[in-house]
């Protein structure tokens, strides 16, 4: 079955940057994309990537701020976060995702147990 490991949350200071790594196992002909929940809030799709790493998208909230990229051969996605805000602050996920009608979708029903980001005023 599919695995997820994402690593490397933290606490950091408002303004200061953080990468997060998803190790994923099985195929890697996927797109795949980092989501994030904070508390009391739904899960929310934060930046995606396709399978080859040529095309990404990321959340309005985000643009600008956050890159996400991928080694396939390291079966990893990164998630760089730069200029971190108090907002940020959530438990972030990886999963694979596909594209209909324009739309991401994460294609694996189980869920990694995420890493925690914590920002700080």
């Known amino acids: 079955q599919v695995q997820l490991v994402e690593s490397g949350g933290g606490l950091v200071q408002a303004g200061g940057s953080l990468r997060l790594s998803c190790t994923f196992s099985?195929?890697?002909?996927?797109?795949m994309g980092w989501y994030r929940q904070a508390p009391g809030k739904q899960r929310e799709l934060v930046a995606a990537?396709?399978?080859?790493?040529?095309?990404?998208n990321y959340a309005d909230s985000v643009k600008g701020r956050f890159t996400i990229s991928r080694d396939n051969a390291k079966n990893t996605v990164w998630l760089q976060m730069n200029t971190l805000k108090l907002e940020d602050t959530a438990v972030y996920y990886c999963?694979?995702?596909?594209?209909?009608?324009?739309?991401?979708?994460?294609?694996?029903?189980?869920w990694g147990q995420g890493t925690q980001v914590t920002v700080s005023s």
């Open positions: 990537i396709t399978s080859g790493g040529g095309t990404t």
């Open positions: 999963n694979f995702v596909s594209w209909r009608f324009g739309s991401v979708i994460p294609q694996s029903a189980y």
């Open positions: 099985g195929s890697t002909f996927s797109g």
